[in-house]
Each structure stands twice: as structure tokens, then as C-alpha cells.
């Protein structure tokens, strides 16, 4: 596999240069200043590249050019955004960035409800606490309806919840799920969070699924064309939330998605944190699934807890799945196709260092420093094991 590190640009608080210093070879970027639905200028595209290349690396990986709200309902115009989109692949392509990761997640990307949970030995982790969520959802934005997704006991757990929290646990409560994670491209206050929301009463999943479908026929022949390759991202987390469809979360769903278009450019990002998440997910039967499709992997652990629809991002090794097993798995199909898939470790706890200097959520210096190490090791010594003696 293909070490990467996501990047943020020039304005990320980890350097290309501490890149370098980890060992990984490829960066995992986007324009992120750029507009959703705007196209990527090729100078602009150019220049990013340069600046990489400047420091020893390469562009592996594009993550992601965002998908416009309006292509996800299918409203009135949504071509010319899908065609927008296409032409950056296009352009993108043209300066050598041939994998490009997306997701079709309505409104939000990756959601938490806690971006510092304290662990047992002192590191911090990402999180999403369902009480928590919940109580956001039905008492402070108070959505139409939103009693109707939980249950009398879940209700009642998300007052309570929210009786024994400060005002300023609340406000960062909102900040951290409508305020926009990294990646996200998208920050909103309450009321415009409830306007997205209403351009979606009308959309259930299966017509989200025909607007995926609409898009990849604009999308996967500009792709295919230019040497290319989209490489969807499953749902984080892989379950419904505010009442929002979600089409990406499961064996099935990634099936169906590659029954689409036959074409290798209609491909998928492994995240193993997201799928592994979803109790039913077998990650290993996921992999041999769509083979055939798998153009970036991120590896990360998550640990479902006693209410298990919430969860926290574990160490790389650790979590509910069987992490040497995926990278065996993983290992076997490049070997068999003959190809070198890119990879970066996802997310890492805030550790030593990281404790006292600022960081993107999810991607501080030294935690991802420990979970590349621990992954590259486990990978140095399958590829030992399974070497033909």
C-alpha cells in the first residue's frame, strides 16, 4: 500500500515538511478554500501539486471535491453542478491526481457529538454519544418529528442529558455537530441546518439513491475518460440521522452502488472505522465484494460501547474490528491484481504533544504518527509471513 497523510493546505497546523517526517510518501488533499460546486481552476489544481512535490511528496489522493447539496435532491439544475464536478476531475487528472474520494452523505459529512473524550490514559478521541445526539435533535434544534425516531426510553435518557450539562456543554455540543468538521466544507447555524433539512422531506432513500445514480452517469464517463478513478466514502456513521437517508453503509449498499456502472472508475474508499461501525459489516467479505472497485483505503478502529449506536474512534489496533486481518486481506488483492492502493491511518488520538498544541480535529501529529507506525509494522510483517519461502 501506498502510505498517505492528509493534508488541509498551507494553513494546516501539520506541516508538509512533518509529513515528510513520518515516513509516508503520498498527501491526501483538496482545494478546500474553493466553493462547493465550483470548478477547480488547473493552475490552482497546478500549484498545490508543486508545492507537494516541493517537499519530496506526491499528490496521491483527492479528498475530496465536494458534492453539491443540490445534485443529493435532485433539484432543478443539479446538471450543472454534477458537470462542474466532472470537469475538475478532468482537470484534476491532468495534473497526474487520478483517485479522487468523495461521499454523498445529505447535509453533514462525518459526524461527532465530542471531539475530546478523555481515554483511560490521559489521549483524547473523537466520539458520537447517541444521548447526546439525541438530545440535540429533539431539544435544542427541535426537529418536526423527531420524536418519532426514538423510543419513550431514549427520549427520556436525552433530557436528562441535557439537564446535567452546562450552557457552554451545549454550545459546543451545536458547534461540534452543524459547525463543520474537516473535510466538511459546510458550517451552519441552527436555522440554516433546519432549512437543509427541509430540502430533504421529500427525499427518501431510494430517490437519494437515484440522484447517486443520475450523478454517476454524468460523473464516471468524464472519470473513465480521463483516466480517473471516483472512489465513494461509506456513511459516518453508517445509520440514518435527522431523519436523512443514508445509502453507503453496508455490504449491500456498496454492491448495489457498483452494479451502477460497470466501469472501474465507479469505485470505493475503504474506511474501516466507518463500516466497522455497523455490527452486520464483515469487512473482509466487503473487500473481496468489490475488489475489483477499491481505489483508497482509511484505516482507523472504532469501539462500539454498551448503548451500541454510540461509539469512540479506539487505537488503530484495537476497536471491534480485526485490523491484521483487513490488512492481510488487503495485501492479498494487490498482489493479485498487481496494483498499489493508496492508504492513510484515519483519525488519531490527541497524545503527548498533541494535548498542547492546536490540531484539526481527527488529525493531530503524533497520534496519526502512532497509528501509520503500528499499521506500517503490520503490514511489514504479513508481507514477511505470506512471502513464498
Known amino acids: 500500500m501506498i502510505e498517505c497523510w492528509r493534508w488541509f493546505g498551507p494553513d494546516d497546523p501539520v506541516s508538509l515538511r512533518d509529513v515528510r517526517q513520518t515516513g509516508a510518501t503520498g498527501i491526501v488533499t483538496a482545494l478546500h478554500q474553493i466553493p462547493n460546486g465550483t470548478y477547480w481552476p488547473e493552475e490552482e489544481i497546478a500549484l498545490r501539486r508543486q508545492m507537494i512535490e516541493a517537499e519530496g511528496l506526491t499528490w496521491q489522493v483527492c479528498e475530496s471535491i465536494p458534492v453539491h447539496e443540490d445534485i443529493k435532491t435532485g ?18 487528472a491532468r495534473e497526474n491526481v487520478r483517485t479522487i474520494c468523495y461521499n454523498f452523505m445529505p447535509v453533514l459529512d462525518w459526524t461527532r457529538t465530542d471531539l475530546d473524550y478523555e481515554l483511560p490514559c490521559g489521549a483524547t478521541a473523537l466520539r458520537f454519544e447517541f444521548t447526546a445526539y439525541a438530545a440535540f435533535d429533539l431539544f435544542i434544534l427541535k426537529r418536526d418529528g423527531a420524536e418519532k425516531d426514538y423510543s419513550q426510553a431514549d427520549i427520556g ?3 436528562v442529558w441535557l439537564s446535567e450539562r452546562s450552557e457552554e456543554e451545549k454550545e459546543r455540543l451545536v458547534r461540534n455537530i452543524i459547525a463543520g468538521l474537516p473535510g466538511s466544507e459546510e458550517s451552519y447555524t441552527l436555522d440554516t441546518f433546519r432549512d437543509q433539512l427541509a430540502a430533504y422531506k421529500d427525499v427518501g432513500q431510494e430517490q437519494l439513491f437515484q440522484n447517486l445514480a443520475n450523478f454517476l452517469e454524468i460523473v464516471v464517463p468524464a472519470a473513465e475518460e480521463a483516466g480517473a478513478r471516483l472512489a465513494i466514502h461509506p456513511d459516518d456513521p453508517p445509520r440514518s440521522l435527522f431523519g436523512l437517508p443514508r445509502i453507503v453503509g453496508t455490504q449491500k449498499d456498496l454492491t ?39 481505489h483508497f483505503v482509511h484505516l482507523r478502529a472504532t469501539k462500539r460501547e454498551a448503548d451500541p449506536r454510540s461509539f469512540y474512534e479506539d487505537a488503530h489496533l484495537d476497536g471491534d474490528i480485526d485490523m491484521v486481518a483487513i490488512i492481510r486481506a488487503l495485501r492479498r488483492l494487490e498482489r493479485n491484481a498487481e496494483i498499489s492502493i493508496p492508504m492513510r491511518p484515519d483519525h488519531g488520538h490527541r497524545m503527548l504533544s498533541d494535548l498542547k498544541e492546536d490540531s484539526t480535529p481527527g488529525y ?19 508481507d514477511a509471513l505470506d512471502r513464498p519461502q
Not at 452494479?259 to 455490527?279: E, I, Q, R, Y
Not at 493531530?364 to 510483517?381: D, H, K, N, S, Y
Open 75 to 92: 433539484a432543478p439544475g443539479w446538471e450543472r453542478w454534477a458537470e462542474n464536478w466532472a470537469e475538475t476531475v478532468r482537470a484534476l
Open 157 to 159: 435518557a436525552a433530557e
Open 256 to 294: 448495489r452502488i457498483a452494479d451502477l456502472n460497470p466501469s472501474p472508475a465507479n469505485g470505493f474508499t475503504v474506511c474501516a472505522g466507518s463500516l466497522g461501525v455497523h455490527p452486520d459489516n464483515d469487512l473482509q467479505a466487503i473487500i473481496e465484494a468489490v475488489s475489483d472497485r477499491i
Open 364 to 382: 493531530p501529529a503524533i497520534g496519526r504518527l502512532r497509528g501509520l507506525a503500528e499499521l506500517r509494522g503490520v503490514t511489514r510483517a504479513i
